[in-house]
């Protein structure tokens, strides 16, 4: 089953073409490599697929959604079907690591006893567990891209989205955030990865699909950088 489709996909910002007709799908429960420098359209691109940018004509599925058609009253479900991992983190300074990943759970009004055990499952599939009581200021760089992380499939999502996961981080810590979304992919989530790190696409041989100007110009299973 494809969770993801795109079919002549364009986009337009101001009059300026960002992305020029792209066409792929992806398959439920692979990873694929979204390659290309800044300024390729990776982050665009990433940004269609939870709808905070809208394609300017094309089609483009998600899971069940299709995001040219989809109500406005219904982005905040293709939101949960859909975790986003960004390179900045984005946690909330005032709260602890479990208050960080209970708190997704919180505002769709999941019940204590739920949020419990499943933040207490995440924190121990990321290796955080022993950091729960901690704040965000804490931690170091790879901590806190863990908290983001568990933060974002805490709701269980059929697909996640890291744009740039390991941008600010060092070789080893960026591979053991491979190795952890390569064990939350060993449970079923797809997993859509926006990077130019070299090093972990070389080593891990997924697929990759690399844009260059708004395009795509290589689509390669186990494919290199």
């Known amino acids: 089953m494809k969770i993801l489709k795109i079919k002549n996909l364009n986009l337009?910002?101001?009059?300026?073409?960002i992305l020029k007709n792209i066409s792929f799908e992806i398959k439920e429960g692979s990873i694929c490599g979204l390659l290309g420098i800044?300024?390729?359209g990776k982050s665009t691109f990433i940004k269609m697929m939870y709808r905070e940018e809208k394609a300017t004509k094309g089609r483009i599925r998600v899971g069940k959604y299709d995001l040219m058609k989809i109500k406005d009253r219904q982005?905040?479900?293709?939101?949960?079907?859909?975790?986003?991992?960004f390179q900045d983190f984005k946690l909330l300074q005032h709260k602890t690591v479990y208050e960080n990943v209970a708190y997704a759970m919180e505002v769709i009004e999941k019940s204590p006893r739920e949020i419990k055990r499943r933040v207490d499952e995440v924190l121990e599939l990321v290796n955080?567990?022993?950091?729960?009581?901690?704040f965000p200021n804490e931690l170091s760089g790879g901590e806190q891209q863990?908290?983001?992380i568990?933060?974002?499939?805490?709701?269980?999502p059929g697909i996640l989205i890291a744009d740039e996961p390991t941008g600010n981080l060092d070789p080893d810590t960026s591979m053991e955030i491979m190795d952890i979304?390569?064990?939350i992919n060993e449970q079923g989530t797809t997993i859509v990865m926006a990077t130019h790190n070299?090093?972990?696409v070389n080593e891990k041989k997924h697929r990759v699909l690399a844009i260059e100007s708004g395009q795509i110009v290589r689509d390669q299973e186990q494919g290199e950088y």
């Not at 955080?128 to 901690?134: D, E, G, S």
């Open 12 to 17: 337009k910002i101001h009059e300026k073409e």
């Open 38 to 40: 800044n300024g390729a």
């Open 75 to 85: 982005i905040p479900f293709l939101r949960r079907y859909v975790g986003v991992v």
């Open 128 to 134: 955080l567990k022993h950091r729960m009581n901690n």
């Open 146 to 148: 863990r908290v983001a």
């Open 150 to 156: 568990a933060r974002a499939i805490v709701n269980t």
């Open 181 to 183: 979304l390569e064990r």
């Open 198 to 200: 070299s090093q972990i």
